[in-house]
């Protein structure tokens, strides 16, 4: 009968037993990890499949289709199609960077008026949309007779889809019996045309404009709201603040996040703002009210239709929209770390 061998060991302690080393753990293929991973997690993948294929089929595709327009010269001539039994083949041919380099350079001559114009628009939208709903957030977080209705009130133009909206709003600063226009007279003040004078069609969309979005804007605020602690406004005016110094050192600084994201939110809408502009002006008078996204729409169902351009357009909005995004949620983190430590 063997014994098995131990090693030396100090008086009074119990002998250990020599033998090969323990075996590490074998780490498990990386297939069978994801194998395992997804079995565990099977009924959440099993949710998330419809919203991934309804998001490649309806963004992604059309996404990654009008980068390759824009990297090629189709429009409606040579993109081939079906008439009758007949099929006429595509003949568009890949041109790179071209079209980018003509709409960038300024070459297509109505980019940069464009341009212009609809960050004028955007940032004297989004201005008015924060300020405005800021305001009636303040006033409905206050104890006030009636705030149930109020509310209702100003959160119905949210509520209007926007051609409705637009439609409603054509027959009010319409030129020929418009109801602004009839107003005006009755108060001895001569009619504007609203809708035909370059000046006052830019007025007139951006006034809709911000009556359709300055509900979303309150709604958003006025919860952001009720989520500041009552305790640091008795605080603040124990220490006798002023009503101005509640609002900036409390306020404001409890507001930073929700801030962030509408305006963030409301700069994208606004941007590409579509319905105001097509239905209330059509992009008139002679262009005046054009943004980006309406010309590129002009560009792809106008005329010859420019498929290529119009993509083109539809990608630079894109990525300055990104840009934007990216550089506001940077400014964003600084700022909040500077404030808050």
């Known amino acids: 009968m063997t014994s098995t061998p131990t090693t030396p060991t100090a008086p009074g302690t119990a002998a ?17 990890r994801l194998a395992g991973f997804f079995g565990r997690h099977y009924y959440a993948w099993a949710m998330v499949a419809p919203v991934v294929l309804v998001l490649a089929v309806l963004v992604l595709y059309p996404l990654a289709r009008g980068v390759f327009l824009s990297l ?7 993109s081939g199609g079906t008439i009758g039994v007949n099929e006429i083949p595509a003949t568009y041919e890949f041109v790179g960077l071209r079209n980018y380099i003509e709409v960038l350079s300024g070459a297509d001559g109505t980019f940069y008026p464009r341009l212009l114009w609809t960050l004028q628009w955007t940032v004297i939208c989004v201005t008015l949309h924060y300020s405005l709903g800021l305001g009636l957030a303040v006033l409905l977080n206050r104890a006030l007779r009636g705030r149930t209705l109020y509310r209702m009130l100003l959160i119905l133009p949210w509520a209007v889809p926007p051609f409705v909206a637009a439609f409603g709003w054509r027959l009010i ?15 001895g003040v001569p009619g504007v045309d609203w809708l035909g004078q370059p000046l006052a ?19 958003a605020l006025l919860g952001g709201l009720q989520t500041v602690p009552r305790e640091l406004y008795e605080a603040a005016e124990m220490d006798g603040a002023t009503p101005w110094q509640r609002f900036r ?5 409890g507001l930073r996040p929700v801030s962030g994201t509408v305006i963030l939110l409301g700069t994208i809408w606004t941007f590409n703002q579509f319905p105001v502009i097509a239905l209330l002006t059509g992009g008139g008078p002679g262009g005046a009210t054009d943004i980006l996204v309406t ?19 539809g990608a630079i909005i894109a990525s300055m929209l990104i840009v934007f995004a990216f550089f506001y949620r940077r400014w964003l983190a600084r700022t909040a770390n500077e404030v808050f430590g």
């Open 16 to 32: 250990a037993p020599l033998g090969p080393p323990p075996t590490p753990p074998r780490t498990p293929p990386r297939r069978r």
């Open 72 to 78: 090629t010269n189709a429009t409606e001539m040579n």
């Open 173 to 187: 600063l319409n030129n020929e019996g418009g109801l602004l226009n009839a107003v005006l007279g009755m108060v």
């Open 201 to 219: 069609a830019k007025v007139s969309v951006i006034m809709v404009n911000v009556w359709l979005g300055v509900p979303f804007m309150m709604v």
């Open 249 to 253: 050192a409390v306020t404001l600084p």
């Open 295 to 313: 010309e590129a729409y002009y560009q792809a169902f106008q005329g010859i239709r420019d498929y290529a351009g119009a993509a083109t357009y």
